[in-house]
């Protein structure tokens, strides 16, 4: 089985390390690097022979640049890389907020390390991750706040674009959903892509909150 490749960014070098030697013993997990902050990360990611990874655990708090800045600049530059806020100052007020901004789970620091290997290979495999809690923590923020659709012509999604959003809610891959849906895993990248287009969504959590906002999905439905 391929590993999933892992870069931690924390200015706590000793839960940084702690981290790094956890996860390394486990089955399908590699640490290739450690960055001390944002700045850190950026240059080592900018190296010319960088290899980037999968999945970064990212902290908030840091100096030189913290995780918000980091988690805006790396949805611009390096949109490949899957975030996994991980932070002592976890706040629910900070969860739409952090997910509309490309991070694709957020976490307390006092996580269990079985729990954090499962999230992982969940983020890894279906690009979001969710707790039972954010989602009612979501549900109150969004309610409060929703916009009403923008009815701009031929921004409408057509049926089957609606059948895919919805897989994507609920976590599935996309040979899951081409499977369910009896066409390939291309085509179903095809019509994500026309999601992200239609919808202005940057990331998975952007089509999850915009399938919400539009009544497409009810977040009772939706699976933690």
């Known amino acids: 089985m391929k590993e999933i490749s892992i870069a931690i960014t924390d200015d706590d070098e000793l839960v940084a390390k702690l981290l ?8 399908g997990f590699n640490v290739i690097f450690t960055a ?6 950026i240059e080592k990611l900018e190296a010319e022979s960088a290899i980037l990874p999968e999945i970064l655990l990212l902290d908030l708090k ?25 932070s002592s100052y976890y706040q629910n007020s900070s969860l739409g907020f952090l997910f509309k901004s490309g991070a694709s789970a957020f976490v307390p620091k006092g996580i269990s390390p079985v729990h954090l290997q499962e999230i992982i290979t969940t983020v890894h495999q279906q690009g979001i991750y969710f707790t039972q809690e954010q989602v009612d923590k979501l549900r ?15 921004s409408e999604l ?17 040979k899951e959903i081409g ?12 019509h994500k892509n026309n999601l ?23 977040l009772d439905d939706f699976p933690v």
Not at 62 to 86: A, C, W
Request: charged share 25%; glycine share 6%.
């Open 20 to 27: 790094e030697e956890f996860l390394n013993k486990c089955n």
């Open 179 to 190: 499977d369910a849906l009896f066409i390939t895993a291309k085509t179903v990248e095809g």
């Open 158 to 174: 057509s049926k089957r674009e609606i059948e895919i959003l919805k897989l994507i809610c609920m976590q599935k891959t996309a």
């Open 196 to 218: 992200f287009t239609k919808t202005g969504a940057k990331n998975v959590a952007g089509l999850v909150i915009y399938a919400i906002q539009n009544n497409i999905l009810d």
């Open 140 to 154: 109150y923020q969004i309610s409060s706040k929703t916009p009403k659709p923008l009815l701009v012509e031929g």
């Open 62 to 86: 840091m100096k030189e640049m913290n995780g918000v800045d980091t988690i805006q600049h790396l949805k611009e530059h390096f949109p490949s890389i899957r975030i996994i806020v991980i």
């Open 36 to 41: 001390c902050n944002g700045r850190d990360l």
